[in-house]
């Protein structure tokens, strides 16, 4: 029986670490992204040989200015200088994603997944020449409202080291698919209503193309209860219009219960650390961070080939550098299905 868990176990684990990469590490904005793996439950769909569909959507809105691991207020960020200049002072960012993945596994050692975010976002900021309560001219302000489709990512897995397939490795790439010379409408008093550009941080892509490493491990604790532990890395290889999002790594653990006939909780640990980042047209300072988020949620089986998830990520620890916008929690949904 311990055998039988153990292989089911094994296919769905290495399709999570699919799904990990799929929102959240995409910008260097440390709270821009999902660090959450949502399909780790599958109980065994990618153990079997052929094609998987999932949509998922996270939602998360960046309203609380943080700065180090405290909250500090709009004016007072405003009095702050860095080495580049007056500190911006954002008001608000909207996040939606809604990210497709294709997974096909080969029923052994093997599999990929390809995966698609569309993107949402609002977003406002007073610029850098406000008072923290309204935007001063000069400063930059904008407001912009975009919907486009994200960077792609194509993962490949191997699991054929163990003879219960409980360690694997992730390698895949991420592609500029996404457009990252988008535009807002400026609010700066010395120039309203004219088209401004959007930061390179909060653009659907980023223009590069990233590499993508990532390993994991999992067993049983029980007969009902279960762990994995994860980490997936990314990098960026290129530089594109003076642009390179920082490094990123993902490192989550998660149990889950498994007595219940078709609702299995689960609860993870999600820490995240982004660097700067880099180029002349990136945020050098107020970028990166390391965060961590305890994350409760379920999976629930509809049928033998449909199932359903939710999760709130909650963050526990939140170290940004610079001044950057936070949520207070993150909510993510979606639907799998095997054919």
């Avoid at 096909?104 to 599999?111: A, L, R, V």
């Avoid at 990123?248 to 653990?253: A, D, I, K």
């Avoid at 299995?264 to 300072?285: E, I, K, S, W, Y």
Wanted: net charge neutral; charged share 15%.
């Amino acid at each position: 029986m311990k055998r039988v868990l153990e292989t089911k176990a094994m296919g769905a684990l290495a399709t999570a670490l699919m799904l990990v990469a799929a929102p959240d590490v995409v910008l260097a904005c440390a709270s821009c992204g999902c660090s959450l793996s949502s399909d780790w439950e599958t109980q065994g769909y990618s153990a079997l040989p052929g094609w998987k569909l999932d949509m998922r959507y996270d939602y998360l809105n960046q309203n609380q200015l943080r700065s180090g691991t405290g909250t500090i207020s709009p004016q007072a960020a405003s009095q702050i200088v860095t080495k580049t200049g007056p500190q911006e002072v954002e008001q608000y960012t909207k996040n939606q994603y809604l990210t497709t993945t294709i997974d096909y596994s080969n029923g052994q050692n093997w599999g990929v997944s390809f995966l698609l975010p569309f993107i949402n976002r609002d977003h406002a900021t007073l610029g850098t020449a406000s008072d923290g309560v309204t935007p001063g001219a000069g400063g930059g302000s904008y407001y912009s409202s975009t919907s486009s489709v994200g960077d792609m990512k194509i993962i490949g897995r191997y699991n054929g080291f163990t003879p219960n397939h409980d360690y694997g490795v992730l390698f895949g790439i991420k592609l500029p698919t996404g457009d990252f010379k988008l535009s807002g409408t400026s609010t700066d008093p010395a120039n309203p209503g004219a088209l401004a550009p959007i930061d390179r941080g909060l653009q659907p892509g980023t223009g590069t193309t990233d590499l993508i490493v990532g390993a994991y491990h999992f067993d049983l604790l029980s007969q009902n209860w279960a762990y994995f532990a994860q980490a997936m890395y990314q990098r960026a290889l290129d530089y594109r219009n003076g642009y390179q999002p920082g490094d990123g790594l993902n490192v989550n653990f998660g149990v889950r219960y498994m007595a219940f006939a078709n609702v299995t909780p689960q609860l993870q640990v999600n820490v995240r650390n982004v660097q700067h980042d880099r180029g002349v047209n990136a945020d050098q300072v107020s970028t990166g961070g390391t965060l961590a988020y305890l994350s409760p949620g379920a999976i629930v089986s509809i049928t033998k080939d449909v199932s359903a998830y939710g999760f709130v990520q909650v963050p526990v620890y939140q170290n940004v550098s610079g001044v950057q916008l936070a949520p207070k929690f993150i909510v993510t949904a979606g639907v799998r299905l095997l054919f």
